[in-house]
């Protein structure tokens, strides 16, 4: 009998640790069925040539069609000026309609000298309504035909709770929305329709192959200001059936999209649908609820002050309101995931956790997204809970500087924790929260190792972790808190045959050249999903 394929000559690091090395990998029926396949003949058998061959990479935080639609907007990323933004808006614009949006993404105010003002965006896109996300996703920047839209101008619109429409000191707005702010914006773009979205997931994903990932975890869908339509959960499926989804999805629906049911203690969707539901391509996560904002956008709830502002950031809601949703989706039988990057917000979510066992006790892996400010004493008490967070290590390189600067130095060592929770026996599950900070996991794996900020800084030396350990967030403990550790993660006989084939051992490079290793072929299920013509496999 001959197997599907044969990968041989490879330096196998399987991240089993039964089984860590090996030379060869079989893979029949998308299946591993042996390491070390020496007495196996396969109908395809490629020589890696020594190249390494790993678990394929996952991504437990980011939010794939909003980057997806992302690569079709003006990119704002990189610029140092606000003039060389208004260049940008000024370009699109000129190839537009005149009542066309001019949507762009991915701005920085700390590298550009702040936030773009509505009327200088006015004069930049002649007359054209403009949308400006902000990196951080928590704001929006519009200019004044938005503004009249929405009513903020004539002052019709009432701002939703935990968000602001930031003002001037003679009361003029800006164009700069905050948080639950943007939903007034967004109403004007959303839902996007389910093919365009579609085809933004599929742009997205060819790109998530290319660096090695078989399995995201997409943070928001359905409702929110994250959120792109009712209707997303069908995109992606749309996405499927054109043969354009290259890798494994686990989806969270936002919170706003829970309701209570009959006959049920806790929230949930329709029929009953709840964390658990899907197949191995397509499966529904955790719930998300947002309890603060950013750091960078110095909206995220902290009980100090920052250092460079006269405030404590804000919650996105009531907090009562905020702990019993939670304790309804827990009841309810769901995975939560609860934003909360301020130590205020964190401890909100941990007493709310222990809360919900407290009444509804049952085995349950909730999470906190991003964890980005903590204490010793929070450290210890995600452990005593169970509650894994899920930080975002590339954010250090990408904004770390404007961070420390927020925080101060007796706080900024403690930013995007990684040691101190392995030390307290928790998992930290690789995450990028793309686009906010660039997705590709060899890059976050570096930014673990090095901890660097741009300017050269190191954030937390002790919170350093070497490489392996690295590769271990991106691969074994992404699969466990998508609770899937016992069909992938690993490169272990019976599991499913997710592999990346690297141009280098991460483990045997300086840190600095980690993140430049070259991702030679992806394959998600046995299949060829990136790198094809590379070792003659088939592209599928």
């Known amino acids: 009998m001959k197997v599907d394929l044969i990968v041989r000559n490879a330096a196998v690091r399987t991240l089993d640790d039964a089984h860590p090395l090996a030379r060869s990998v079989a893979v029949h029926h998308g299946r591993i069925v042996a390491l070390d396949a020496d007495g196996l003949r396969g109908e395809t058998e490629v020589d890696a040539q020594g190249a390494a061959l790993v678990p394929g990479f996952g991504d437990a935080h980011n939010h794939m069609a909003w980057f997806g639609q992302s690569l079709a907007e003006v990119d704002l990323r990189g610029l140092t000026s606000l003039d060389q933004l208004y260049t940008r808006v000024a370009e699109r614009a000129a190839t537009l309609a005149p009542d066309s949006f001019v949507i762009g993404a991915g701005y920085d105010d700390t590298a550009i000298g702040g936030h773009p003002h509505r009327q200088a965006l006015d004069r930049a896109a002649d007359g054209r309504p403009v949308v400006l996300k902000h990196r951080s996703g928590h704001v929006t920047t ?200 301020g130590d205020r917000a964190i ?64 706080r900024a060592d403690g930013l995007y924790r990684h040691a101190s929770f392995l030390r307290a026996g928790l998992r930290v599950p690789g995450s990028s929260d793309r686009p906010v900070a660039a997705g590709a996991p060899l890059l976050g794996m570096q930014s673990m190792v090095q901890r660097l900020a741009a300017s050269g800084t190191v954030l937390g030396p002790d919170e350093r972790v070497d490489a392996l350990a690295a590769l271990r967030a991106y691969t074994v403990d992404t699969a466990w808190i998508a609770g899937e550790e016992h069909e992938r993660g690993s490169l272990t006989p019976g599991k499913r045959a997710d592999l990346t084939l690297l141009g280098d051992d991460v483990t045997a490079v300086p840190a600095d050249r980690i993140g430049g290793i070259e991702v030679l072929a992806t394959l998600v299920g046995g299949r060829c999903v990136h790198g094809a013509t590379t070792f003659g496999l088939e592209e599928s």
Not at 367 to 392: C, D, F, N
Request: proline share 5%; hydrophobic share 45%; with cysteine.
């Open 142 to 341: 519009v200019n004044t035909p938005v503004l009249g839209r929405i009513g903020v101008l004539d002052g019709s619109v009432a701002v939703p709770e935990g968000g602001v429409v930031v003002r001037d000191d003679e009361g003029e707005p800006t164009g700069t929305l905050e948080e639950q702010a943007q939903n007034l914006a967004s109403a004007l773009l959303v839902p996007v329709a389910t093919d365009e979205l579609a085809t933004a997931i599929g742009a997205a994903s060819a790109v998530y192959a290319a660096e090695g990932l078989t399995h995201v975890t997409e943070c928001g869908i359905g409702g929110g200001w994250i959120g792109r339509s009712p209707r997303e959960l069908a995109a992606y499926q749309l996405a499927r059936d054109r043969g354009d989804l290259r890798t494994r999805v686990q989806l969270m629906p936002v919170a706003d999209t829970l309701h209570a049911l009959a006959g049920d203690d806790g929230v949930g969707l329709d029929l009953g649908l709840r964390t658990g539901f899907g197949d191995a391509v397509l499966r529904i996560g955790a719930v998300k609820i947002f309890l603060d904002g950013s750091l960078v956008a110095r909206t995220a709830a902290m009980h100090d002050e920052f250092c460079d502002r006269h405030s404590h950031g804000y919650l996105q809601s009531d907090p009562d309101a905020m702990r019993e949703l939670i304790v309804s989706a827990h009841a309810g039988g769901w995975q939560v995931a609860a934003h909360a990057i």
């Open 347 to 410: 401890d909100l979510a941990l007493d709310t956790f222990a809360q919900a066992q407290g009444r509804h006790p049952r085995p349950a892996r909730h999470r906190i997204e991003h964890a980005a400010v903590t204490s010793p004493a929070q450290v210890a008490r995600m452990a005593e809970l169970g509650v894994t967070p899920v930080p975002q290590a590339r954010f250090l390189a990408e904004f770390g500087d404007t961070m420390a600067a927020a925080l101060g130095p007796d």
